[in-house]
């Protein structure tokens, strides 16, 4: 008998490859076929000349290797080892931004002209000119050699492959650090490496004549042409859709994912990515295929369309709002921890806003609690003296003592505002619906456990000293940030409540319940939804501007601001059923307000 799976939910529903449909026309080259086509574009009389600009992960070697099979006429050339900076180089430019810590860095503003030789660019350019036959030039930061290429080609990866890559050796780019804690490997993509490889895939958006999606082996690479890609992120600028769920255990995780959405065999998941734009993928199908791109790239290609106006204009294109999921369910308490408040973000990591967020309780145990806010009795200095005793291998720290801890039910909705001390316990099953920044979590106390890889989780006693609203007590916490639901809006078969977040956080959250059809409208600005009750439900288009998109229990789904009104409503074994969905939008965006 399930122990977790809500009525009338079956184990496994939960899409974990969602794909948007393209249209018949597209061509598509598969492996050996992605290959050929390339080579076929110098192959012939003349010379001709192909830019395949990378971004940083990216297996070069197996790259090469496919080339040179297809190829052997042809020039192959490593732009990075042909006129990249001297290693050293390049560590003394970003030495500032990596910092000493084995998480934080400071955001680096770098462009990735600022890691090559200009003259040893020229020298390339001299060489492709010089080059009897055709010329392929290929690694992160091809397009930069100074010629007319007469084929662009970008191959792209997303970052949660790159971060799979690193688990499994992989160094950073051109660093000789494959053995490197992992977390120093994610700060160095976090905050250089993966922010200039976006701002130059940004200026190739308009340039490339084929996308080759590089998240998976080289011999089965696949290849589209440029319209493919241009058309493909067009389609889901104006439509609901998926990005792609990964997952990923950890020293607290539970269960509850296991069992209801079936994935994996770890031995618990702790983490579901299931809205993260910056590190997640879109899948699109065309024909029989699968192509896979950054989702990343949606954001930087639409960011209007899909963010708004107001929303574009206040963030520019990122995406302002994360969901992920945070398991519990027979594991262990989160680590206690606080998030930095905006004004310390930016003036200490370079970060333009902050990691604020809040707990939406998608299942819960009897026994669970969130611990939040500061108890009356609770004396900064005494606690400040326990928590450094406990992270020097002293007495472990007494968390009741300090930090109130309040009865977590299901659908209860918990508002974390940066500075808040908190963290979720044991036996819960969390949607964190908060701002996407999303490793400045300063932990204070982690229970006295080790990470997977056996070395203890990092501790940030300073800068959680630094953010602690100290003023945040029991009062606070169950007036202001426990369960603050308040009926907003009903019609025929729905009611509408506020459930959050904070009047100091930037991110508003609606629950509907229904039984029929719930009019929504995006207002102008990007909603993210969530089915936190039922087992299916369907969003349509009143005018028909969309196909029907079928959501299922649990999932989370992007309705781009362009959309405009839409409509949710049961569908196939949700109905008959009384189901929820909880909605985020940008506060104050709304083109309506």
Same mark, same amino acid.
């Given at each position: 008998?399930?122990?977790?799976?809500?009525?009338?939910?079956?184990?496994?529903?939960?899409?974990?490859?969602?794909?948007?449909?393209?249209?018949?026309?597209?061509?598509?080259?598969?492996?050996?076929?992605?290959?050929?086509?390339?080579?076929?574009?110098?192959?012939?009389?003349?010379?001709?000349?192909?830019?395949?600009?990378?971004?940083?992960?990216?297996?070069?070697?197996?790259?090469?290797?496919?080339?040179?099979? #297809?190829?052997?006429?042809? $020039? /192959?050339? !490593?732009?990075? +080892? %042909?006129?990249? @900076?001297?290693?050293? *180089?390049?560590?003394? &430019?970003?030495?500032?931004?990596?910092?000493?810590?084995?998480?934080?860095? #400071?955001?680096?503003?770098? $462009? /990735?002209? !600022?890691?090559? +030789? %200009?003259?040893? @660019?020229?020298?390339? *350019?001299?060489?492709? &000119?010089?080059?009897?036959?055709?010329?392929?030039?290929?690694?992160?930061?091809?397009?930069?050699?100074? $010629?007319?290429? !007469?084929?662009?080609?970008?191959?792209? @990866?997303?970052?949660?492959?790159?971060?799979? &890559?690193?688990?499994?050796?992989?160094?950073?780019?051109?660093?000789?650090?494959?053995?490197?804690?992992?977390?120093?490997?994610?700060?160095?993509?976090?905050?250089?490496?993966?922010?200039?490889?976006?701002?130059?895939?940004?200026?190739?958006?308009?340039?490339?004549?084929?996308?080759?999606?590089?998240?998976?082996?080289?011999?089965?690479?696949?290849?589209?042409?440029?319209?493919?890609?241009?058309?493909?992120?067009?389609?889901?600028?104006?439509?609901?859709?998926?990005?792609?769920?990964?997952?990923?255990?950890?020293?607290?995780?539970?269960?509850?994912?296991?069992?209801?959405?079936?994935?994996?065999?770890?031995?618990?998941?702790?983490?579901?990515?299931?809205?993260?734009?910056?590190?997640?993928?879109?899948?699109?199908?065309?024909?029989?295929?699968?192509?896979?791109?950054?989702?990343?790239?949606?954001?930087?290609?639409?960011?209007?369309?899909?963010?708004?106006?107001?929303?574009?204009?206040?963030?520019?294109?990122?995406?302002?709002?994360?969901?992920?999921?945070?398991?519990?369910?027979?594991?262990?308490?989160?680590?206690?921890?606080?998030?930095?408040?905006?004004?310390?973000?930016?003036?200490?990591?370079?970060?333009?806003?902050?990691?604020?967020?809040?707990?939406?309780?998608?299942?819960?145990?009897?026994?669970?609690?969130?611990?939040?806010?500061?108890?009356?009795?609770?004396?900064?200095?005494?606690?400040?003296?326990?928590?450094?005793?406990?992270?020097?291998?002293?007495?472990?720290?007494?968390?009741?003592?300090?930090?109130?801890?309040?009865?977590?039910?299901?659908?209860?909705?918990?508002?974390?505002?940066?500075?808040?001390?908190?963290?979720?316990?044991?036996?819960?099953?969390?949607?964190?619906?908060?701002?996407?920044?999303?490793?400045?979590?300063?932990?204070?106390?982690?229970?006295?456990?080790?990470?997977?890889?056996?070395?203890?989780?990092?501790?940030?006693?300073?800068?959680?000293?630094?953010?602690?609203?100290?003023?945040?007590?029991?009062?606070?916490?169950?007036?202001?940030?426990?369960?603050?639901?308040?009926?907003?809006?009903?019609?025929?078969?729905?009611?509408?409540?506020?459930?959050?977040?904070?009047?100091?956080?930037?991110?508003?959250?609606?629950?509907?319940?229904?039984?029929?059809?719930?009019?929504?409208?995006?207002?102008?600005?990007?909603?993210?939804?969530?089915?936190?009750?039922?087992?299916?439900?369907?969003?349509?288009?009143?005018?028909?501007?969309?196909?029907?998109?079928?959501?299922?229990?649990?999932?989370?789904?992007?309705?781009?601001?362009?959309?405009?009104?839409?409509?949710?409503?049961?569908?196939?074994?949700?109905?008959?059923?009384?189901?929820?969905?909880?909605?985020?939008?940008?506060?104050?965006?709304?083109?309506?307000?």
């Amino acid at each position: 008998m399930s122990t977790f799976l809500p009525p009338g939910v079956s184990a496994g529903q939960y899409d974990k490859a969602p794909t948007i449909d393209l249209p018949p026309g597209h061509p598509v080259w598969v492996g050996k076929a992605a290959w050929e086509h390339l080579a076929s574009l110098v192959a012939g009389p003349g010379a001709r000349t192909l830019a395949v600009d990378t971004y940083p992960g990216s297996d070069l070697e197996g790259l090469r290797r496919e080339l040179a099979a #297809v190829a052997p006429d042809a $020039v /192959l050339i !490593d732009v990075e +080892d %042909a006129a990249a @900076l001297p290693n050293q *180089a390049i560590e003394e &430019r970003i030495a500032a931004n990596l910092t000493d810590d084995r998480v934080f860095g #400071v955001l680096g503003h770098q $462009v /990735l002209a !600022d890691f090559y +030789d %200009a003259e040893r @660019l020229g020298a390339v *350019a001299d060489r492709i &000119r010089g080059a009897e036959g055709s010329v392929v030039v290929y690694g992160w930061g091809a397009t930069l050699v100074p $010629v007319e290429f !007469d084929t662009v080609v970008l191959a792209d @990866l997303a970052r949660w492959e790159i971060q799979r &890559r690193q688990r499994a050796g992989a160094p950073n780019w051109r660093a000789d650090n494959a053995d490197e804690d992992q977390l120093r490997k994610v700060k160095r993509g976090y905050f250089v490496e993966w922010r200039v490889a976006d701002r130059h895939k940004r200026t190739l958006f308009d340039r490339i004549d084929l996308l080759l999606d590089a998240n998976g082996s080289m011999v089965d690479a696949k290849l589209v042409e440029g319209r493919t890609f241009t058309q493909g992120l067009e389609t889901a600028s104006r439509r609901p859709f998926r990005v792609v769920p990964f997952f990923d255990p950890g020293v607290w995780g539970g269960q509850w994912m296991k069992e209801v959405l079936e994935v994996g065999d770890a031995d618990n998941y702790a983490w579901c990515f299931d809205c993260v734009p910056e590190e997640n993928s879109l899948l699109f199908r065309i024909g029989e295929t699968v192509v896979e791109l950054p989702a990343l790239d949606l954001v930087l290609r639409h960011p209007r369309e899909l963010l708004g106006r107001k929303t574009y204009a206040r963030f520019g294109a990122e995406f302002p709002i994360r969901f992920d999921f945070l398991d519990t369910m027979a594991g262990g308490n989160l680590s206690l921890q606080v998030h930095p408040l905006t004004d310390y973000m930016q003036n200490v990591f370079g970060m333009p806003y902050t990691q604020d967020e809040s707990y939406y309780l998608l299942d819960a145990k009897d026994d669970a609690v969130v611990y939040l806010g500061l108890r009356d009795d609770a004396d900064p200095e005494a606690m400040q003296t326990a928590l450094r005793t406990a992270a020097s291998g002293g007495a472990p720290f007494a968390a009741e003592e300090f930090v109130n801890t309040f009865p977590a039910a299901k659908h209860d909705h918990f508002l974390i505002p940066a500075g808040t001390v908190h963290c979720s316990g044991a036996d819960s099953m969390v949607l964190e619906i908060s701002a996407t920044p999303y490793i400045f979590t300063f932990k204070m106390w982690d229970w006295g456990r080790v990470g997977l890889d056996g070395i203890p989780r990092p501790v940030h006693l300073d800068h959680a000293f630094a953010n602690i609203q100290w003023d945040r007590r029991t009062d606070f916490a169950r007036d202001e940030l426990v369960d603050q639901v308040t009926e907003v809006a009903r019609g025929d078969g729905w009611v509408e409540e506020r459930t959050g977040l904070h009047e100091l956080e930037f991110i508003e959250v609606r629950r509907h319940w229904f039984e029929g059809v719930v009019p929504h409208d995006t207002d102008g600005t990007v909603n993210v939804l969530n089915l936190v009750d039922g087992a299916e439900a369907v969003v349509e288009s009143p005018d028909g501007a969309f196909d029907p998109f079928v959501v299922h229990y649990a999932e989370t789904f992007i309705v781009p601001a362009s959309v405009g009104r839409y409509t949710i409503r049961p569908w196939g074994r949700g109905e008959g059923q009384r189901l929820g969905t909880v909605k985020a939008s940008v506060r104050g965006t709304g083109l309506s307000d």
